[in-house]
């Protein structure tokens, strides 16, 4: 039995290399027929729009692993049925059971690949992607459709508008409250500069101090502040949820849990991490099934059904995600549901077919 085990995860594993080597380019060419279109604005040149994409490609990677589990499955497992390889196996006494068991191994292989992709790799990667796009075009990162971010300690509430190509913040409001909430001072700044020791040089200041009734205005060329967020803090509430990494998700959620802040869309970028790896597993338990029927109804109809199914999922899981939010539902639930509801489709099949 090991021996076949071993054989059954290799030609599995050769039907995901397949899987993927036609995903991912496919869907990485999609993306660069995206960039185009940008292509000649500001200084943004071919060049450019290919190094995004090829950037991207680990992000792609994961996004798309769950499709390659389910048609990689579909493939090996349905070559290995044209050949009668696996009615063998089926003879020799290996239950459909056991052939999902060698699927799934390979599956837990497949997700710390992914794991180490998601910490290491496809955050940078797609981080240094959005900064060199929104450099070559001249673009700031817009934050909030026009709110900006807001973030704040125990009595400073800062807000920040946009953030430049190189990481500077435009559009500044500081508001600095007392012990009893009433509002101290007003600063307003277009423009900020970063210097050593992470000290900001506010630019053209406008200041408003309020005195008991009175409204103190002044206005400054530059000013030196002490922020109480570091750059790299900053950057991490610019950048999209899902181009964070599992780390820097855990300690967003918590600083922004503590000091009271909107954190449900970082939350729910963390949960729905972990739900990939949950739907990667559920789509290998419901691929097996769709082999087996391969020499009644053809090897590339299941291709097609799996494929359809995986589009289903994805589908299902992009509503989930945009309706728990505007629910305002669990984001665990919201996540991990997707993935629950298909491990116990297939698990039903699975049993079906025994």
Known sequence: MILMDRYLMRQILIGMCIAGA???????FLDLLEELEDVGEGSYALGDAFRFVVLMIPRRLIQLAPFIALLG????????????????MRAAGLSI???????????????AMLVVLEQFVAPAFQQRALIQRSAALAQSAELG??????????????RIGNMGPKGEPHDIEIMTFDSHGRLQEHLRSPQADIHAGDQWSLKSVTRKRIEG????????????????LSPDQIATLSRPPESLSPTQLYEL??????????????????????????????????????AFGSLRSGLGQRLVLAAVTGVGVYLLDQIASNAGLLLNLEPAWVALGPGVLLALAGQQVLLRTR
């Open 22 to 28: 036609v995903l991912v380019p496919l869907f990485s």
């Open 73 to 88: 499955n579909v493939i090996a497992l349905g070559r290995l049925a044209v050949t009668l390889e696996l009615t063998a």
């Open 97 to 111: 059971m056991h052939i999902a068991r060698a699927s799934l191994s390979l599956g837990l292989g497949m997700i």
């Open 145 to 158: 459709e026009g709110l900006g971010i807001w973030t704040r300690d125990s009595s400073r509430v800062l």
């Open 213 to 228: 009734e009175r409204v103190i205005t002044e206005r400054m060329d530059s000013l030196a502040w002490s922020p109480f």
């Open 253 to 290: 959620v918590g600083y922004l849990r503590a000091t009271g802040q909107e954190f449900a869309a970082y939350e729910l970028a963390l949960w729905r991490k972990l739900g990939g790896a949950l739907t990667l597993l559920a789509m290998l338990a419901l691929s097996v099934p769709f």
